[in-house]
């Protein structure tokens, strides 16, 4: 089925993982919004590249976890009198080791969770109008794809708060798939280790250096997932190939989830 023509809005699409997705949906002939919160530099990068693949874009500055700056990313797409994609790809963490409780404020948990649950939240209310619209011009259903981690399933990665607010993504989008049917899909993707400079910026190079060679020597694939390898399923939950496809939380760790 072809994506020529659809209309879709990547959150967080600066550089890493959203900047693959837009480039890849690019790539498939979808017109994209690109979305950013404060790296403007990249953000037009990642537009140019876009852009040279024929792709009609717009850059749009906003804050997931404020109700209006979502609403403002969808009024970007109102021009094209369609939204047939939302991918909510923007997220937020504070590296914290598990056992050390008083490194996270209430008001960590509150950044946190604004960006990585109620962001997404906000971004298909604001969507759904142009979703459902497209849907009906279309006869098939309109797709929401939220990047959450296998921290959400498993219980680990940074922080618990992000650990729990990534697990509260993929309980809501179990939620929302049942709510928006039959006129949006909502599916979910849960990466394990990705190698961008956003884990970088956490780790620190030595520190992200030592964990991908840790996840390297462990998991059963001996992988470290590029930005672009988890880009492909994101493309895929996207497109009309797995317009039979809601409700599911799909793993793509290079089998992590398999070392118990």
Not at 87 to 110: I, W, Y
Not at 196 to 204: D, E, V
């Amino acid at each position: 089925m072809s994506t020529k023509g659809l209309c879709a809005i990547v959150t967080g699409s600066a550089s890493g993982l959203g900047a693959a997705t837009a480039l890849l949906l690019a790539k498939a002939g979808m017109r994209i919004v690109v979305n950013y919160s404060n790296s403007k530099t990249e953000a037009e990068h990642t537009a140019d590249l876009c852009r040279k693949e024929g792709a009609d874009v717009v850059v749009v500055q906003g804050d997931v976890s404020r109700d209006e700056d979502c609403r403002k990313i969808v009024a970007a797409a109102a021009p094209w009198g369609r939204l047939d994609v939302v991918v909510n790809n923007a997220g937020t963490t504070k590296h914290v080791p598990h056992d050390q409780l008083d490194g996270l404020s209430a008001e960590d948990f509150q950044r946190i969770f604004a960006v990585n649950t109620i962001g997404p939240f906000q971004m298909i209310r604001a969507a759904r109008p142009l979703l459902e619209a497209a849907a009906k011009q279309t006869a098939r259903a309109s797709a929401v794809v939220n990047v959450s981690s296998v921290a959400g399933i498993s219980g680990g990665g940074s922080s618990v708060a992000y650990a729990a607010s990534k697990g509260a993504l993929n309980t809501m989008t179990l939620s929302l798939s049942r709510a928006l049917a039959p006129s949006i899909r909502v599916n979910t993707v849960c990466p394990g280790y990705i190698d961008t400079p956003w884990f970088t910026k956490g780790r620190g190079e030595a520190g992200a250096k030592q964990v991908r060679d840790a996840v390297v020597a462990r998991v059963p694939l001996r992988a470290a997932s590029s930005a672009e390898d988890i880009a492909q399923l994101v493309a895929f939950l996207a497109s009309p190939a797995s317009g039979h496809m809601t409700g599911e939380v799909v793993r793509m760790d290079a089998g992590m989830h398999l070392l118990g």
